[in-house]
């Protein structure tokens, strides 16, 4: 089974610290990364897609955070 999850971060530090630590639990990167503006507190946020492959098949009882 194919999971996607989509990452964002409020700064550059907190993004790269998502998406490293997602990369150590062997995620990987899907597609280009992509920066919003938020007018609401003004500044950029950062987004990245991120995929891992898994055994088994899809179901309600797969939980993200314990991949």
């Not at 990369?23 to 280009?32: M, S, T």
């Amino acid at each position: 089974m194919k999971l996607y999850r989509y990452l964002t971060g409020p700064d550059d530090a907190a993004f790269c610290k998502r998406v490293s630590a997602a990369l150590n639990k062997g995620w990987q990167l899907h597609g280009a990364p992509t920066l919003t503006f938020d007018t609401v507190q003004g500044r950029v946020i950062c987004g990245q897609a991120i995929i891992k492959e898994v055994e088994g098949e899809w179901s309600d009882d797969v939980v993200l955070s314990e991949h």
